[in-house]
């Protein structure tokens, strides 16, 4: 295995989106670099790179912007233009929030308050499409997704995407699974993405990322210490997302 890649929310958080310090804790004892991909933008997945503690390499915007260190230049896969076209379209039959338009260069992120199938059926001749990453519905160009911006950080750095294991939830972590050499997907995963991942744990969320975790590196297991959450946001005995 050369490198590991997870999805963010609802992989290595809990149900609540906070950041399972469990899942913080088992990343940083083993030495692959661990990449982050997610939906969401770029500052906020090299942010939570920072917080974890790995190297700034992260996939971000669903493959539509990459970083392989925090002082590295952005390379933009994915283009907005068409995206805002497919927006406006798709304004004159919903009312549609946009989340972090400030921060996206290549995808527009609206709240899931619409008719997902209508919308897609709406964009169906068009070059974009619309993805759920779970917490965002994503209006981004058909040409980008995951693995996309999987096999372009692999080419960067001489890797085949057959020797890199990817752990997530979603179904906007499809095509990264379809690439990768061995896909993981956590209890709560979309009902597709375990259809073809390799391994589904049993527990959800963070803890089916520990789970997974300890399926590949079986030397973790018993590893985790209780004490490494002392400064977790909410008591591990009050926690009603981690299974025990």
């Known amino acids: 295995m050369k490198a590991l890649v997870l999805d963010i929310d609802g ?15 088992i ?3 083993i030495r692959i670099p ?3 991909a997610t939906g ?15 190297s700034g390499m992260v996939i971000a915007e669903n493959g539509g912007v990459l970083k392989v260190g925090y002082n590295e230049e952005e390379h933009i896969i994915g283009d907005i233009k068409p995206c805002i076209r497919a927006f406006e379209l798709l304004k004159k039959h919903f009312d549609l929030d946009k989340l972090d338009p400030s921060y996206r260069r290549t995808e527009i992120a609206v709240r899931r308050n619409f008719d997902l199938n209508k919308a897609r059926a709406i964009l169906s001749g068009t070059d974009v499409d619309i993805v759920d990453s779970g917490f965002a519905l994503h209006i981004k160009s058909r040409k980008v997704n995951k693995g996309v911006g999987l096999k372009k950080l692999a080419e960067l750095f001489y890797w085949s995407t057959k020797d890199i294991t990817v752990i997530g939830d979603s179904e906007n972590d499809v095509e990264m699974f379809e690439v990768a050499g061995f896909g993981i997907a956590v209890g709560n995963a979309d009902a597709k993405l375990k259809e073809i991942a390799d391994f589904v744990t049993k527990k959800e969320y963070g803890a089916g990322f520990v789970e997974a975790m300890e399926f590949l590196f079986p030397q973790l297991r018993h590893s985790n210490r209780k004490d490494d959450c002392a400064n977790h946001q909410q008591d591990d005995a009050n926690d009603p997302f981690y299974e025990r």
Not at 11 to 25: F, L, N, P, W
Not at 40 to 54: E, P
């Open 27 to 29: 990343i940083r004892r």
């Open 11 to 25: 992989t290595i958080t809990h149900r609540d989106r906070k950041i399972d310090c469990r899942a913080v804790e």
């Open 40 to 54: 969401n933008t770029v500052c906020f997945a090299t942010t939570t790179a920072r917080l974890i503690g790995i």
């Open 34 to 36: 661990v990449i982050l």
